[in-house]
């Protein structure tokens, strides 16, 4: 992986698990292409709860937000 792709995994995932849900701030983006994810904060959650906490299965849940 190098520093463009991680930058976005980076940029994707603090834009969905921390400023939607927990800052009221916008965290700085090393990606210059990022655009806000449109999973709403519910959405998270649910995938989050159910994939994760009851099915066990990360990487299902990954596929899920990533889609």
Do not use: G
């Not at 980076?10 to 449109?38: G, Q, V």
């Amino acid at each position: 992986m190098d520093f463009a792709d991680l930058s976005k995994y980076d940029d994707l995932c603090s834009d969905i698990f921390l400023d939607a849900m927990y800052l009221w701030f916008k965290t700085t983006k090393m990606n210059a292409d990022h655009r806000e994810p449109r999973v709403p904060r519910q959405k998270v959650l649910e995938i989050i709860q159910h994939s994760i906490l009851e099915e066990r299965k990360p990487n299902v849940a990954a596929m899920e937000l990533l889609q």
